[in-house]
């Protein structure tokens, strides 16, 4: 499992790990992060890879290049997917949006089917007065579906596949390109990787190297429905065998945005339609699906108890105006946020779905199945498998869960059976497979690796008791043991006598600083010799300025909600503690002198 890991400011745009498919990239400086975020040429020139929705793997670029070659007209662009509906779903987003924004409207799709000794002729059709080229598929063959649109409105396009995270994966691309027998694929050798970086003791635990993968995408898949059915705490009373969460009840996806979008796009079609909520500072993405698809979206973005007041009376007023539907049609909330690691007050919301009859989707990623049970209070439970789950970097994956304990599951899983498409390309969910095989054992390291670091900088900190007039310069450390802890503790994972678990039911291995000042903020950030990039939940530290990466083109929006341009987000590794703590601490030392 293990692999090189990229550390140092010599290290921009390298993957985190060293490998061909590596989900995350290095950024090791805030310099770094702004100059990729202004797309600055030397910056970008470095990228050898990056997060998958917002940079396009190489191995896709490549398979983009040959089909707008094969089939583009002049002064057309295209990103590829791989079923129809997806493609027809990010042609009407990308049309509803490109007119808002004034751009061309004009998309068409090709079907691409990839034949492994050259293409045979294909035909030109007319599909909804746009033309889709049709080929059947033999199964040994592969095929994507180029979504064509005019190159002024590229932009426009990149947020369906931003935002949704339902384009092709790179393994899916380099399958592609291996039946079209590119020769000299992948062109970006990760043997340029293989080299020592940084401090040689920050070296995530391996802890089950020796365990081979599943070889069958159905294997793989039914072994990891099997495993997240089996993270929930059984009900075992003789009443409790229908109310325990099933493999049935589990569904995968590509990501954790596909697997948000899916929940989006099953409530739309089965429930009454209304706007959705979003309660908390929640991901940005999550917020933007909600705002651009569909009725749209009332946001709440404190998450405080006084906006569940505020809620209520919402509600209240809408039912009075319309007694015959459901005021909105769901209510979407994280356990706990990110990056603020707030929690909500999740009984209060689940009492006001219960009077007003709509749904909550809880994303439990950063708390993670194992050290939060979300379970008493969501209609449906999403989550990255990309975070900590799969852990090692190395694969995307996502997942739904339809609660068997709630009202309207029969409903859901009715449409799902008619509407469910499995888009999890095998080697994909083969990798995912392998990698969570140790999702508990690894959890329980990060648990005890993040309290303590954050129990070191909570004394540091001044809301901690530290003075800023004797040099302390972070303000908070946003922690769940410290944010909102009450409502935290609702949720903390319990065993079936209702005890708290101590073995796992922890605290998570994510936090955010804020700082009182930039200057101090960056120097922390540059300072501190861990792996730096997007993402977190993996095997190794990782450290981002993440309200730059999520909302750099509305920083006041941001701040509006506390999400300071400064805060530094850490998600802590299975690394030895001590060496974490000694790289903490200068970098600490380094911004109080800042």
């Known amino acids: 499992m293990a692999a090189p890991l990229p550390i140092g400011n010599d290290t921009l745009g390298c993957p985190l790990p060293a ?40 191995s896709i670029q490549e398979l983009i290049e040959i089909c707008q070659e094969k ?49 045979p002729p294909s035909t030109l059709q007319e599909t ?38 339902l384009g092709i994966s790179s393994r899916y691309a380099e399958h592609c390109l291996s039946v079209l027998g590119i020769p000299d694929f992948p062109k970006v050798k990760i043997s340029k990787f293989f080299r020592v970086f940084g401090k040689t003791d920050l070296i995530p635990k391996s802890l089950d190297a020796s365990e081979l993968p599943l070889t069958t995408g159905a294997d793989a898949k039914a072994a990891l429905r099997q495993r997240i059915a089996s993270y929930f705490v059984r009900d075992e009373s003789p009443t409790g065998a229908g109310t325990n969460v099933s493999e049935d009840d589990v569904f995968l996806y590509p990501c954790g945005m596909s697997a948000l979008w899916n929940a989006h796009q099953l409530l739309l079609a089965s429930r009454p339609l209304g706007k959705s909520v979003v309660f908390g500072f929640l991901y940005t993405d999550t917020l933007k699906i909600l705002e651009k698809s569909g009725p749209g979206a009332i946001f709440y973005g404190h998450g405080r108890d006084c906006d569940v007041d505020d809620l209520d009376a919402m ?6 105006e319309n007694p015959s539907a459901p005021p909105i049609l769901a209510l979407y909330t994280e356990c706990p946020s990110n990056p603020r690691l707030c929690t909500v007050n999740i009984r209060r919301l689940r009492a006001l779905a219960d009077k007003y009859d709509f749904l909550i989707v809880i994303d439990e990623t950063v708390g993670s199945f194992a050290n939060v049970d979300v379970l008493p209070y969501a209609d449906i439970i999403m989550t990255s498998l990309s975070k900590y ?25 009715e449409h799902l059976a008619l ?113 730096k990039g997007p993402s977190y939940g993996t095997t190794f530290t990782l450290v981002c300025p993440y309200t730059l990466l999520g909302h750099y083109s509305e920083l006041e929006f941001a701040a509006e909600y506390g999400v300071e341009e400064g805060l530094v987000r850490v998600g802590i590794g299975t690394e030895d503690r001590e060496a974490l703590l000694r790289a903490v601490d200068n970098a600490l030392r380094v911004a109080e002198s800042a």
């Not at 509600?315 to 009075?320: H, M, N, P, T």
């Not at 959890?443 to 040099?471: H, P, Q, W």
């Not at 101590?502 to 804020?514: A, D, I, V």
Request: with cysteine; aromatic share 12%; charged share 20%.
């Open 71 to 119: 089939f583009g007209l002049s002064g057309e662009l295209c990103l590829l997917y791989p079923t129809q509906s997806i493609a027809e779903h990010g042609k009407e987003f990308t049309h509803n949006q490109a007119l808002l924004a004034g751009k061309p409207s004009d998309l068409r799709i090709v079907h691409y089917v990839i034949h492994p000794m050259g293409d």
């Open 315 to 320: 509600l209240a007023r809408k039912v009075a």
């Open 419 to 531: 509407t469910f498409e499995d888009t999890y390309f095998t080697p994909d969910a083969i990798v995912m497979e392998r990698n969570s095989r140790d999702f508990f054992e690894r959890m329980r390291i990060v648990n005890t690796n993040t309290e303590y670091i954050c129990d070191f900088l909570r004394m540091r900190s001044i809301k901690g008791g530290a003075s800023e007039s004797e040099g302390a310069v972070i303000k908070q450390v946003w922690y769940p043991k410290y944010i909102t802890p009450e409502d935290y503790q609702i949720c903390r994972r319990r065993l079936s006598t209702d005890e708290l678990d101590r073995e796992n039911g922890g605290y998570g291995g994510l936090f955010s600083l804020t700082f009182t000042s930039l200057k101090a903020s960056r120097a922390f950030h540059d300072a501190l010799e861990v792996a």
């Open 19 to 58: 490998v061909l498919h590596a989900i995350t990239v290095s950024l090791p400086t805030w310099s770094d992060n702004v100059g990729y975020l202004t797309n600055q040429e030397a910056i970008i020139d470095a990228m050898s890879t990056g997060y998958p929705r917002f940079f396009i793997h190489r």
């Open 389 to 413: 789950v799969g852990g090692y970097a190395t694969a995307l994956g996502g997942s739904l869960v339809i609660n068997p304990r709630m009202r309207h599951r029969a409903l859901l899983k």
């Open 128 to 165: 909804s007065g746009l033309p889709v080229v049709s080929q059947s598929v033999p199964p040994q063959y592969a095929e994507v579906f180029a979504l064509f649109f005019h190159a002024d409105t590229y932009k426009v396009a990149r947020r369906f596949w931003e935002h949704c995270g």
